[in-house]
């Protein structure tokens, strides 16, 4: 039976939600073409929460953990992977496409001479090959790739993929594995939070994002306050960031980040097709603008027309009094 | 120390995207090709690097065919030192082959810095920096905002999730720029005459083998028509009760 090998990742010893996606989704895809599922997890410290990676599907976990892997390291994480697809004789490898995901894989690809697809949308088996969809254009189209390689290395846009706990109460096996004696070409100084303990804009189900019509550093606290009654993340337009209202790692689009989010609310912000780029996953979009034919309004599912500073303090006090 | 920036040239951020009738790539037709916004972050911090006296030589090399030639011509202009043109036409989806041509012909031109994009902005891949990095056995340090050249060795800030790692590696080695790191200057008059005359020694390359092929290209589904929920402050208790009972999002 071939195998699947599912990459997770761990952030403070916890298994981050991508994870969780990634080994459903290999998960999906064993039944398809009859593998078993092996979940690696990489960290330092990690908690016992590894074995009930089987709830999701894992027949077997692999724990990479040690003190050297308290912070992202490409040439242990690298090494360890490579082990994990060669004990394993893994033909298929998923990974997030996170910012270690997006960094670590295509290091494994290129060692193993195996094709890649990054940021999957979807995967389909078609007479036996593995065919994977990407995003290109920024999402003005996509891409449907089959892959060729003995090895096949496919990373997963975050919160696209369902995480489905198909096994309740299913505990895996879990097996320890040892930290490679290698050399270290990239020496980690520091690491600095940079969103102190904010929810990411790439991991919030729910986004509250304010443009060039928000005006002020200052006038964001709304935009903020309605954040906080959804537990929303905060994101900005490009407009907002690079008028140093807001800091580049809350920036939505082409050239920040991309968001598959639940909702979506754009406060003052036109819809440009760069930021259009960044949340065109968005399962459901508001926007609230001053307005009739900013292109958002002809794209978003529900639109409010009116002034921000009277819509946006309105929808506060409507969704805490529902929410209590 | 010698500086190699690696530049695509790329459909233009406002281009409409048309696929062709086969459904295997994009119709060109029309389309407005820019320098890729990422490796202009490169050119910048090359040029920034020569000017402080760190760096003594800037070549700029662009793999594609013929239309790339105008790409370099604006590395030109901004102000890098010379430029190859690596033909192909065989520029597909596939990081690995795409690293695979790239790493040999880097090989023989020799770098102690080579510095380029994080991510091509037409295939979004973010695949050939790590990849060229382990084809050529060197470090490779991605996604930067931040970067310090002291000696032999690189100081280098990665932008994480939620973090800022600031990594550490000795030259030679590959940079993959992220916005943040620079703000790249506009060519000046002197620098697009001079490009306009510029010689761009070509050398064709093979193609390689691909593990990646296109079965074909689409165009996302169109969303579903959405609705004005109406007019200020008092549209609101409409529009909260749709999000929670039609799209059952709160
Ligand atoms: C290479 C490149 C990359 C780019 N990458 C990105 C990117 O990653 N992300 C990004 O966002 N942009 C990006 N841009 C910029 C993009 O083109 C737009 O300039 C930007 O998205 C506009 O931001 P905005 O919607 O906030 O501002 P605007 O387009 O100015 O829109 C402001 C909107 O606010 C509305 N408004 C004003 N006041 C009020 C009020 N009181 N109440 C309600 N509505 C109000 C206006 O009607 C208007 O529709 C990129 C551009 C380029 C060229």
Known sequence: MSTILAVTECRDGKLHKTSLEVVSQAKALSEKIGAGVVALVIGSGISVESASLGEYGATKVLVADGQALENYQPDLYKSIIIEAIRQNSAEIVLAPATAIGKDIMPRVAARLEAGMVSDCTKILVQDHTIQAEHPIFAGKAFALLSVNSAVKIITLRPSVFDAIQTNPGVAAPVEKVGLPAIEIKVKTREVKKTGGNKLDVADADIIVTGGRGVRSAENFKIIEELAACLNAAVGATRAAVDSGWRPHEEQVGQTGKVVSPNLYIMCGASGSIQHWAGMSGAKCIVAVNKDPNAPIIERADYSIIGDLFEVVPALIEEIRKIRG | ?250
Do not use: W
């Open chain 2, 1 to 250: 120390m010698k500086i190699l920036v690696l530049v695509k040239q790329v459909p233009d951020t406002e281009a409409t995207i048309r696929i062709s009738g086969d459904r295997k790539k994009i119709d060109e037709a029309g389309v407005k090709f820019i320098v890729n916004p990422y490796d202009e972050f490169a050119i910048e911090e090359a040029l920034k690097l020569k000017e402080s006296g760190a760096a003594t030589f800037i070549v700029a090399v662009s793999l594609g065919p013929d239309r790339v030639k105008e790409a370099l011509r604006t590395a030109v202009a901004m102000g890098v030192d010379d430029v190859l043109h690596l033909k192909t036409a065989d520029l597909g989806m596939d990081g690995l082959a795409t690293a695979q041509l790239l790493s040999e012909s880097i090989k023989e031109i020799g770098f102690d810095l080579l510095l380029m994009g994080k991510e091509a902005i037409d295939d979004g891949n973010m695949q050939v920096g790590p990849m060229l990095a382990e084809l050529l056995d060197v470090p490779c340090l991605s996604v930067v905002t931040a970067l310090q050249v002291n000696g032999a060795s690189v100081v280098a800030e990665r932008e994480g999730d939620g973090c800022a790692e600031v990594l550490e590696a000795q030259l030679p080695c590959i940079i993959t720029c992220q916005k943040g790191l620079n703000e790249p200057r506009y060519p000046s008059i002197r620098g697009v005459m001079l490009a306009k005359k510029k010689e761009i020694a070509e050398k064709i390359v093979q193609s390689a083998n691909h593990t990646v092929s296109v079965e074909s290209l689409s165009y996302p589904q169109a969303r579903q028509a959405g609705m004005i929920v109406g007019e200020g402050a008092a549209a609101v208790p409409e529009l909260v009760k749709k999000l929670r009972e039609e799209a059952k999002v709160i």
